[in-house]
């Protein structure tokens, strides 16, 4: 099957178009502000975790120029989205004839805004897996086990989830399987400098704990480094969540990653789409 690999720029370094496009975290783009969705658990507005545009081959949305929202909930970690019936984080599908010409002004109890990367490209990857097997590997139930271990870990749209726990959670036909969002951004680049990101940028040895819990998190690489506009005299040994902050991140000579999504302990979000529902419906939910 075929699986899209997004191609992230940080959205604070590249300019931004006055149109929706492929991104994640940031604010959304067209959506109507009355359809900004709240969390069933906490009841308050969720925020953007992804904006994916119609692509009949990488993400049909069933009708050109709908744009798709996906939402997560961080006001009470380790809360929302925990419990069996508040599961389904919620999602929205917008036709085009619908989408406002700007950016949404978010609702007056202003969510979360996690740092936003546009995607500048989406790479086109087989997973060698059979077009006949996806319905089987959504669910669960796939006879060819070895089909499971080419499933590819990561963000990416297309093929069947990679699970991390069971496929129990998904929820039933007609609802399909668009992609899979990981809690952490991966960029192809070399990490800005201060001056390109215009924030403050701290660069921290890395410690190993003897847990090796950091070098999990954040790879082998001898640096730790800390973006953030906040004082650049105040280090902080983990991920924390701010509006817009890329708070730490793992970087190479050649590329950089950052953990932006507290979705527990490695986590991913996957999303789901129900096109047979009149609106069209869209969810995603966690497995850590
Ligand atoms: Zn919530």
Redesign the pocket.
Known sequence: MEYYVPTLLLAALSTRAAVPEDQLGGVPFGLPRSRWPV?P????P?SLLAQILHDERRADLGADGRVLYVFH????PG???VDERERLQPGVIVDQRELTSSRTTSPDDSPITFPEARVVAWRSNQDGIAESLRESLTRGCAPDTDAEDSLVIGTRLGSAPWWIQSPGDAPPPPWRFIGQVADWYSFDLPAPSAEELGAPVVRERLVPSRSGVMARLFGPGPDRVVFTREDPSVSRPMPERSNGDIDVARVSVDDWSSTVFNFGDAGMSYIFVNLESNPPQACSFLQS
Request: negative net charge; aromatic residues 0%; glycine residues 8%.
């Open positions: 969390c658990t906490c009841d308050a969720a909930c961080e006001n009470r809360d929302c989205g």
